[in-house]
């Protein structure tokens, strides 16, 4: 006996796209909507769509087009909106309807369902809609009163109570009514009227079937619609079980978590106190090379001191000797030169004496000149002065050289000489303003990258003292160290294209001083008294936390992350509200919102951010950036580079100032020009009286006079000589005596400083003798030198970390009061002592048990439910495969396979699998389940994936965060899922003349075979997934057998399309399909009803066709042709949009466009 169902009869629209008012009668099995691309197919679909899901989101609307550029909305097809801008019913009142009649095959009862909308002329969305449902069929004036007009929602309600009472009420549940509300419509329609439907799954899947889009893949389809998820609470029944194992497992995780900090802490500190010893080793090593190095330079300049005393008294009696013998030369040569003086030879020599003075000073003026010639000669030359110098002044130094020098030439010439300096004085003028704006840039740029290089933030030294200070006073209040902060180093900008951003709209506030929530009022008071830090702010934590700020979806609170949640807070108080934007447009729809470009927009003012704050100033992080060093040592060198230019170019400047400017006297000029013609007349007069003394030299007494003369001086310069050469020699030595007595007493006092206090070691003393004879002191120091700068680097990065695992374990465990600072290690050691001493076996046997308990409810309860899901769902992929098995296409056949997942849950098939699980134990006291864990097999053989699975289902923390526990318990019913384990494909089987069947996966064949065989798989899974949502657990309640399928069968031939219309009448589906006019006349032999659909003049116009006439036409048969052309019409132009198929007459038909745009 065939099994009831439930089936769409009829359809009825008033107002909706441009449909003004119409009714469609549907089939039980096949109906077929044929018509051009705007036709209007998709505007009765998407209202079947908005009945079916009690929605008036455009987000279903109109999905067959895939046309981004075409959106549509509810009120839009109400409206009869047209892509031109106009509309049917603009600019009036009117009343809307939608309703589908469903009949009962069963219990031939019908009931009506649907929409109703009051639309006023100037409503820009839609204020007054209802959904409805009544008993029985649609009323006989199709919700029109006498005029023609639709119904208003009062006039349906009072509809609705009529049928209340009515014979056709015979249904079961309350259906004739108005819904107050779209869930209770929802509810109703889905359990009642429809039959028992889940509704999200029909919406889903009908909506996947629009266009037929199955984004994920087939084997997606397959797990979501044809495998539902189990309803078993699996997680709920072990929530109890796996918190008692929770806070055992915390307890005995937190000991051993504390004991592997503090054993951090304690290794660290062991290396920090060995590095120190070697350190202090090293420095005893030097101290005893610097001491023995000392001893030696004290020996040797005590022995250098003995030498230069010995050689000073050397000379000190040579000095006596020479002097002795110069004085009796001196007195011999006085009485030669008067002999001389007596003759006449001495009246000429004084006369070329003269001569010869006055040479010598015309030799200066001559030489005055050539100075002044040559440096004039600067201003002609290519360099710095040619820009300032004038073509006159030029003409006039050539004229100068060629010496035509006159004292008017002079003057003009120190004139415009004159204008050339001035004009070079204001170029330096002007270079030394430059040089002052570059100097404090430079100077601050250094000592940003000085303090950068330290891994120290550029702040204000007005900032730092502010901080130190009210750590200070903190320390004095509380007795103990309170970590003050600059806000910028406690947070990261994690997003570096919105870096630039964060850093300008943080501006001051990341300057600002920041501690711990409870401490902050505290810091207010104190930070109260210091008032003169009126540029530092603190920011008050306690409140920021006592508000619990939020941030907006989209704000630049997304750009950064902290470690600390008082951090976070303040972090979302501050940039929560900033909406990221990246155009005027998107800064114009929000309140606050910043651009990439720091492109600013607040308080309904736009503006520019600061540069400086996002570069030369930008210091969020944790860390120093070294990007940000090595581009601020760029810009350093960059304006040294400037400032040398800059100095070159005035120091050639300066240089062109020192050139010849003619300051002199113009008649003194004169008058050096012309000195090089009188020194040519003095020195023939000079040359004359030497001729005439060298005739009164060639007498004897004259000759022996001079000749005696002449060797008195030879000696005297010689002994002369001498003597100058003992009194260097005498000055040399005593400066030496000097040197060596102050480097002894230096050496001496020096040595004494490094012997105090210091006991020496006799291994090391033998050691360092021993190097030294191997090799030089200076190789021997810089050896050592270079270990303890390593032990010395050494030595800081242990302290560091150290320090590090101090404070991790403070962050952790702030209860114990440390503060990191602590010089030895004590306090941390008799902590870890005290935990060792607590971590006692007797936590190991409580967490045996608990883990016992465990795993016998995990297998009971989620194992096992997961196990016999997977087997159901095999029986069930066997049933499926059965009834795929009877739809053959061409050679072929499609099955659906289940495979173990291809993920990480892949790992856990095996064990949910295993066929221990098909069987129960029992302990020594026959209960059922109770072996321990030593003595399963099952939990010895996949013991380590068991644990792993525990892991899975843990509980959340009572303490986390609500989103993040949303997320762990959504990751729970995730494993409790049975499908996660499981991998659902189908494949095309293919058995070829041999016998040999072969498997070809349905989604690796969609990118190689054509357009049809890709479609083929897709259809077959969609309709069996139907068949699936439908099927009916017991003859007394009927289901809906609905599947809309818009611009279907596109890519498949005729035999397909047909095998897969043939399979949904197996499956007793209720089939809608939109298809285009080309595809009609392949299609019709197996379809039950067809509306062909055309547009003219902004209306929708449906035409039923009959199915055996339009056959007889397009097989030529002339009664069966002209008949069905009678009674539709004549047929019309095709450029009216009405080409293709049987027409009617034009006049009056309501169409609109479809995809193209219109409704």
């Given at each position: 006996m065939k099994q009831a169902k439930k089936i769409f009869t009829r359809m009825l629209i008033n107002n909706w796209g441009g449909i003004s008012h119409k009714v469609l009668e549907f089939h039980e099995y096949v109906n077929l909507f044929s018509g051009k691309s705007g036709s209007g197919k998709s505007t009765v679909m998407d209202a079947i769509q908005v009945i079916l899901y009690g929605s008036l989101s455009p987000s279903f609307l109109n999905k067959a087009a895939d046309d981004a550029r075409n959106r549509r909305s509810v009120l839009s097809y109400l409206r009869g909106a047209q892509k031109d801008g106009t509309a049917n019913r603009e600019h009036m009142d009117f009343c809307s309807h939608i309703v589908l009649e469903l009949t009962d095959t069963g219990t031939k009862i019908t009931t009506c369902f649907g929409a109703a909308f009051e639309v006023g002329k100037m409503d820009q969305d839609i204020k007054k809609y209802t959904f409805f449902s009544h008993s029985g069929p649609l009323p006989e004036n199709e919700y029109l009163d006498e005029d023609g007009v639709p119904y208003s929602i009062a006039k349906i309600r009072k509809l609705t109570e009529e049928r209340k009472n009515s014979s056709w009420n015979r249904g079961r549940g309350d259906i004739n009514r108005l819904y107050p509300s779209n869930e209770a419509y929802i509810n109703t329609l889905c359990d009642v009227i429809l039959g028992y439907v889940e509704p999200r799954r029909l919406a889903t899947m009908e909506k996947s079937a629009i266009a037929l889009r199955m984004t994920n893949g087939t084997g997606q389809f397959i797990r979501d619609y044809m495998f539902p998820k189990s309803r078993e609470d699996t997680v709920g029944t072990i929530s109890d079980q796996l918190g008692a194992y929770r806070e055992i497992k915390e307890r005995v995780d937190d000991l051993e978590h504390r004991i592997g900090l503090l054993d951090a802490v304690h290794e660290a500190h062991v290396n920090l106190t060995k590095t120190r010893a070697d350190m202090v080793r090293i420095e005893s090593i030097l101290r005893i090379i610097?001491?023995?190095?000392?001893?030696?330079?004290?020996?040797?300049?005590?022995?250098?001191?003995?030498?230069?005393?010995?050689?000073?008294?050397?000379?000190?009696?040579?000095?006596?000797?020479?002097?002795?013998?110069?004085?009796?030369?001196?007195?011999?040569?006085?009485?030669?030169?008067?002999?001389?003086?007596?003759?006449?030879?001495?009246?000429?020599?004084?006369?070329?004496?003269?001569?010869?003075?006055?040479?010598?000073?015309?030799?200066?003026?001559?030489?005055?000149?050539?100075?002044?010639?040559?440096?004039?000669?600067?201003?002609?030359?290519?360099?710095?002065?040619?820009?300032?110098?004038?073509?006159?002044?030029?003409?006039?130094?050539?004229?100068?050289?060629?010496?035509?020098?006159?004292?008017?030439?002079?003057?003009?010439?120190?004139?415009?000489?004159?204008?050339?300096?001035?004009?070079?004085?204001?170029?330096?003028?002007?270079?030394?303003?430059?040089?002052?704006?570059?100097?404090?840039?430079?100077?601050?740029?250094?000592?940003?990258?000085?303090?950068?290089?330290?891994?120290?933030?550029?702040?204000?030294?007005?900032?730092?003292?502010?901080?130190?200070?009210?750590?200070?006073?903190?320390?004095?209040?509380?007795?103990?160290?309170?970590?003050?902060?600059?806000?910028?180093?406690?947070?990261?900008?994690?997003?570096?294209?919105?870096?630039?951003?964060?850093?300008?709209?943080?501006?001051?506030?990341?300057?600002?001083?920041?501690?711990?929530?409870?401490?902050?009022?505290?810091?207010?008071?104190?930070?109260?008294?210091?008032?003169?830090?009126?540029?530092?702010?603190?920011?008050?934590?306690?409140?920021?936390?006592?508000?619990?700020?939020?941030?907006?979806?989209?704000?630049?609170?997304?750009?950064?992350?902290?470690?600390?949640?008082y951090v976070d807070q303040c972090l979302k108080y501050y940039l929560g509200r900033i909406i990221k934007c990246r155009t005027v447009e998107e800064l114009h729809q929000v309140r606050d919102g910043v651009t990439p470009d720091c492109y600013s927009y607040s308080g309904y003012r736009f503006l520019h951010l600061k540069k400086k704050d996002y570069t030369l100033r930008a210091c969020i992080g944790t860390k120093v950036s070294r990007a940000k060093l090595e581009e601020l040592e760029q810009e350093v060198r960059r304006l040294e580079q400037e400032l040398q230019e800059l100095l070159i170019e005035e120091h050639g400047l300066k240089e062109v100032q020192s050139y010849e400017s003619l300051n002199q006297d113009p008649a003194q000029l004169t008058a050096w020009s012309r000195a090089a013609g009188q020194l040519e007349e003095c020195l023939k007069r000079q040359e004359k009286l030497q001729n005439e003394l060298k005739e009164l030299e060639d007498g004897t007494l004259v000759a022996d006079l001079k000749r005696r003369r002449e060797e008195l001086k030879e000696k005297i310069s010689g002994t002369g000589q001498n003597l100058a050469s003992v009194q260097e020699g005498l000055l040399q030595k005593n400066g030496e005596k000097i040197r060596a007595e102050k480097d002894i007493d230096g050496y001496r006092e020096k040595l004494e400083q490094l012997t105090e206090g210091f006991t020496a070691n006799a291994d090391l003393e033998a050691e360092v003798q021993e190097a030294l004879t191997a090799q030089a002191e200076s190789t021997y120091r810089s050896q050592k030198n270079r270990?303890?700068?390593?032990?010395?680097?050494?030595?800081?990065?242990?302290?560091?970390?150290?320090?590090?695992?101090?404070?991790?374990?403070?962050?952790?465990?702030?209860?114990?009061?440390?503060?990191?600072?602590?010089?030895?290690?004590?306090?941390?050691?008799?902590?870890?002592?005290?935990?060792?001493?607590?971590?006692?076996?007797?936590?190991?046997?409580?967490?045996?048990?608990?883990?016992?308990?465990?795993?016998?409810?995990?297998?009971?309860?989620?194992?096992?439910?997961?196990?016999?899901?997977?087997?159901?769902?095999?029986?069930?992929?066997?049933?499926?495969?059965?009834?795929?098995?009877?739809?053959?296409?061409?050679?072929?056949?499609?099955?659906?396979?289940?495979?173990?997942?291809?993920?990480?849950?892949?790992?856990?098939?095996?064990?949910?699998?295993?066929?221990?699980?098909?069987?129960?134990?029992?302990?020594?006291?026959?209960?059922?389940?109770?072996?321990?864990?030593?003595?399963?097999?099952?939990?010895?053989?996949?013991?380590?994936?068991?644990?792993?699975?525990?892991?899975?289902?843990?509980?959340?923390?009572?303490?986390?965060?609500?989103?993040?526990?949303?997320?762990?318990?959504?990751?729970?019913?995730?494993?409790?899922?049975?499908?996660?384990?499981?991998?659902?494909?189908?494949?095309?089987?293919?058995?070829?003349?041999?016998?040999?069947?072969?498997?070809?996966?349905?989604?690796?064949?969609?990118?190689?075979?054509?357009?049809?065989?890709?479609?083929?798989?897709?259809?077959?899974?969609?309709?069996?997934?139907?068949?699936?949502?439908?099927?009916?657990?017991?003859?007394?309640?009927?289901?809906?057998?609905?599947?809309?399928?818009?611009?279907?069968?596109?890519?498949?031939?005729?035999?397909?399309?047909?095998?897969?219309?043939?399979?949904?009448?197996?499956?007793?589906?209720?089939?809608?399909?939109?298809?285009?006019?080309?595809?009609?006349?392949?299609?019709?032999?197996?379809?039950?009803?067809?509306?062909?659909?055309?547009?003219?003049?902004?209306?929708?116009?449906?035409?039923?066709?009959?199915?055996?006439?339009?056959?007889?036409?397009?097989?030529?048969?002339?009664?069966?042709?002209?008949?069905?052309?009678?009674?539709?019409?004549?047929?019309?132009?095709?450029?009216?949009?009405?080409?293709?198929l049987p027409g009617g007459e034009t006049d009056g038909l309501e169409a609109s466009g479809d995809h193209a745009g219109n409704y």
């Open positions: 610097e001491i023995e190095g000392q001893k030696a330079r004290l020996e040797a300049r005590t022995q250098d001191l003995s030498d230069a005393v010995r050689r000073i008294e050397e000379l000190e009696k040579e000095k006596i000797s020479l002097e002795t013998a110069q004085e009796d030369l001196r007195s011999e040569l006085v009485e030669v030169e008067a002999g001389l003086k007596a003759s006449d030879y001495g009246q000429k020599r004084r006369e070329l004496d003269e001569v010869g003075r006055t040479a010598e000073l015309l030799a200066g003026n001559s030489r005055q000149w050539r100075r002044i010639l040559d440096g004039l000669g600067g201003w002609t030359e290519d360099g710095p002065a040619s820009d300032y110098v004038s073509n006159p002044a030029l003409q006039l130094i050539e004229e100068f050289r060629k010496g035509n020098v006159t004292e008017e030439r002079c003057g003009e010439l120190r004139r415009r000489l004159g204008e050339a300096r001035d004009a070079v004085s204001e170029e330096i003028q002007e270079l030394n303003i430059r040089k002052r704006e570059l100097g404090p840039e430079l100077k601050e740029k250094k000592e940003i990258v000085e303090d950068l290089k330290n891994d120290r933030k550029p702040y204000d030294a007005g900032l730092k003292q502010a901080r130190t200070k009210l750590e200070d006073a903190l320390k004095m209040r509380y007795g103990k160290r309170i970590p003050v902060y600059v806000f910028a180093d406690l947070f990261d900008i994690v997003d570096e294209e919105w870096k630039n951003a964060v850093e300008g709209r943080m501006g001051r506030v990341k300057y600002s001083l920041i501690t711990a929530p409870e401490y902050a009022l505290t810091a207010a008071e104190l930070f109260r008294g210091m008032r003169q830090y009126e540029d530092v702010e603190l920011i008050n934590t306690a409140a920021v936390r006592r508000d619990q700020p939020q941030a907006l979806e989209g704000s630049l609170y997304e750009a950064v992350r902290a470690e600390e949640p270990e303890l700068m390593q032990l010395k680097e050494r030595e800081q990065e242990e302290r560091e970390s150290r320090m590090k695992a101090r404070m991790r374990f403070n962050r952790e465990y702030p209860s114990y009061d440390f503060s990191g600072e602590e010089q030895e290690n004590d306090v941390y050691d008799r902590v870890l002592d005290q935990c060792r001493q607590d971590f006692e076996p007797e936590y190991q046997e409580e967490f045996r048990k608990q883990c016992d308990l465990v795993y016998h409810t995990l297998r009971e309860n989620v194992i096992a439910t997961i196990h016999g899901d997977i087997k159901a769902a095999y029986r069930h992929a066997r049933e499926i495969n059965r009834l795929l098995a009877k739809i053959r296409f061409s050679d072929s056949i499609y099955q659906i396979e289940i495979l173990p997942a291809e993920n990480e849950n892949g790992q856990f098939y095996e064990m949910l699998t295993a066929k221990e699980l098909d069987s129960k134990v029992t302990d020594d006291l026959g209960f059922e389940g109770q072996m321990s864990l030593g003595d399963d097999d099952f939990y010895r053989k996949y013991e380590q994936k068991i644990q792993l699975l525990t892991e899975k289902f843990m509980p959340p923390a009572a303490d986390q965060d609500p989103r993040q526990t949303a997320r762990q318990k959504q990751e729970m019913e995730r494993y409790a899922d049975y499908r996660s384990y499981l991998t659902f494909r189908m494949y095309e089987r293919v058995e070829d003349e041999h016998g040999v069947v072969k498997k070809n996966p349905v989604d690796e064949m969609a990118g190689r075979d054509s357009g049809g065989e890709g479609q083929n798989p897709k259809y077959v899974a969609l309709l069996a997934g139907f068949a699936m949502l439908y099927m009916q657990q017991s003859s007394r309640d009927s289901k809906i057998r609905l599947v809309l399928l818009d611009e279907a069968f596109s890519k498949m031939d005729k035999e397909r399309s047909e095998v897969c219309l043939r399979y949904a009448r197996e499956l007793e589906l209720q089939l809608i399909v939109c298809v285009p006019d080309e595809r009609l006349q392949s299609l019709i032999r197996n379809v039950d009803c067809v509306y062909g659909f055309r547009r003219h003049k902004n209306q929708i116009s449906m035409m039923h066709i009959d199915k055996g006439d339009y056959l007889r036409m397009v097989e030529g048969e002339p009664d069966g042709g002209e008949e069905a052309a009678g009674d539709a019409g004549e047929a019309v132009d095709p450029e009216d949009g009405y080409g293709g």
